[in-house]
């Protein structure tokens, strides 16, 4: 609902055009109905980290985006900083890169 209303306040200033563009749509999540013109990846309705996305502040440095699933507590695991959290497993599936 957020894009929803900035194209709100966007149009309230009369523009000429405006145009939305998505890194990620999840039109399976949608509430509202707002329609990008410009789409990088379709992806389904997962929770995703990575490329400036994060889970509680983790993963938002990757590389890549990915789907974040959390499996159950490890035992014995070695917190060496880049390890889960609070004993979750986070799976990280890459999106493939288009080539043109």
């Known amino acids: 609902m957020t894009l929803q209303y900035l194209l709100r306040i966007f149009e309230q200033r009369k523009p000429r055009r405006i145009r ?19 789409v990088g990846f379709k992806i389904p309705n997962e929770f995703v980290v990575g490329y400036g ?24 695991h070695k917190r060496n900083g880049t390890g889960p959290t609070r004993g ?13």
């Open 53 to 76: 996305l994060d889970y509680a502040e983790r993963y938002r440095n990757l590389a890549d985006v990915g789907v974040l699933t959390l499996g159950g507590k490890e035992k014995n």
């Open 20 to 38: 939305v563009a998505v890194l990620l749509d999840k039109p399976d999540r949608r509430i509202a109905k707002v329609r990008a013109d410009y």
């Open 88 to 100: 979750y497993t986070p799976v990280i599936i890459s999106v493939p890169h288009e080539s043109n």
